[in-house]
């Protein structure tokens, strides 16, 4: 009777250890997926913002009539705050145009103005 009485305390012991260090591997495990997530959260927020400043900034450019954006592609990086202007335009003042557009709708961005010109 006494080493049933003994096996079931070691049992009990046993896992009552075995229920701590399960404990604290879900507390670890947790921790870690927390991280992740708000490391995912955070890139998928730049990612938003520069999508945001990408629209923003090709609608503007759009909207003014005295700029052909037919041929302007507009691309944010987000990591650098960059936009870049891409294409062709038919005249210096467009380029000039476009470039200050870009500028203020994109505030805290640096402008890099790649546009060609092509009469």
């Keep these: 009777m006494k080493t049933i009485g003994i096996s079931i ?3 009990l ?4 250890i075995g229920c701590g260090n399960t404990a604290e591997g ?11 997530t708000a490391e995912a959260a955070s890139a998928t927020a730049d990612a938003m913002g520069g999508a945001l400043e990408t629209a923003s900034v ?6 003014d009539e ?5 041929d ?3 691309d944010t990086d987000e990591a650098t705050k960059t936009v870049t202007l891409n294409g062709a335009v038919r005249t210096e003042e467009q380029k000039r145009i476009a470039g200050e557009i870009a500028a203020s709708k994109a505030a805290g961005y640096s402008i890099v ?6 009469p």
């Design 13 to 16: 012991l046993a896992l009552t």
């Design 66 to 70: 005295r700029v052909g954006a037919s």
């Design 113 to 118: 103005n790649n546009l060609a010109v092509r």
């Design 72 to 74: 302007i592609n507009v």
């Design 58 to 63: 090709k609608a503007a450019i759009i909207a």
């Design 9 to 11: 305390s070691m049992a």
């Design 26 to 36: 879900v507390k670890e495990d947790t921790e870690v997926a927390a991280e992740k």
